[in-house]
């Protein structure tokens, strides 16, 4: 009879997905799957509670899931209907950010997780990369190469933290792999607040421009390896980058700030 109870007190535990959940679940696959492209637009409601067999308020409970994943964009009054939209990096940034915050994770935290994947980005990007990837790094070099040379008297310090970080971004971008783009996309904004953070409390105006000038130096000789396919070389320097750069950007108690820190 106690194991019938447990049995029973263990099935309550289990909830049936709503009917409006399925739909979703349904439109979902057509729009993963590519069936349903960006920009497409969904029959209207009237074909869609026929095709469906439920009602508007159910059918309303769908579209709802799907807006708040932005998959669809919903658009009301006389011109209305329902267009099929794709996630933007910046949704799943704000909530993998607020998941960091809400665990209390640390700047160190976040900085030992690019010391892994950013290394591993830079050796596949020089295994692979093309005469268009290098032009970008070269850009992205010269963006900052500008501002170092115009000098700390008219630096916009965000601006220069801004254009340093586009050169992590490509390498990441550029790597061949859609994770590891991603994964840079969503910890960019994470990043560069805390990048921006540690510029500023660093008042030396000759100590910022020694660091920027010897960043701008680790860069070109990095596109150097990249045009030479030395792919193992182009990793061990961008891990001594990262790690030579940790420990100007944590230095104090910049390292123990929580997330949260950046945010509130």
């Given amino acids: 009879m106690a194991a019938v109870n447990r049995a029973g007190d ?72 329902v267009l099929v939209s794709a996630p933007e990096t910046s949704v799943a940034a704000r909530d993998f950010g607020l998941l960091l915050q809400m665990s209390g994770t640390t700047l160190a935290d976040v900085y030992d997780a690019r010391k892994v994947f950013e290394p591993a980005a830079a050796e596949m990007l020089a295994r692979r990369a093309t005469d268009e990837d290098i032009a970008e790094l070269k850009a992205a070099a010269g963006a900052l190469a500008a501002l170092v040379n115009e000098g700390t008297e008219s630096a916009d310090l965000a601006e220069w933290s801004a254009a340093t970080f586009r050169f992590h971004d490509l390498i990441l971008e550029r790597a061949g792999n859609t994770t590891l783009a991603l994964l840079g996309a969503v910890l960019r904004e994470v990043i560069t607040r805390h990048m921006t953070r540690a510029v500023a409390s660093t008042t030396d105006q000759a100590v910022i421009e020694k660091q920027f000038k010897n960043t701008l130096r680790t860069f070109r000789r990095f596109i150097a390896l990249v045009e030479a396919k030395d792919a193992e070389a182009a990793r061990d320097l961008w891990a001594e980058h990262m790690d030579r750069a940790g420990r100007k950007m944590l230095w104090g108690t910049l390292g123990t700030e929580t997330v949260i820190d950046l945010f509130a």
């Fill in 10 to 81: 263990a099935s309550k535990l289990v909830r049936a997905p709503k009917t409006a959940e399925l739909i979703a679940d349904q439109l979902r696959s057509g729009i993963v799957r590519g069936v349903l492209k960006k920009g497409d637009s969904l029959p209207t409601e009237v074909e869609l509670v026929k095709q469906f067999g439920v009602s508007r308020p159910t059918l309303r409970e769908a579209f709802r899931i799907l807006e708040s994943e932005s998959l669809i964009i919903v658009r009301r009054g006389s011109r209305g209907g």
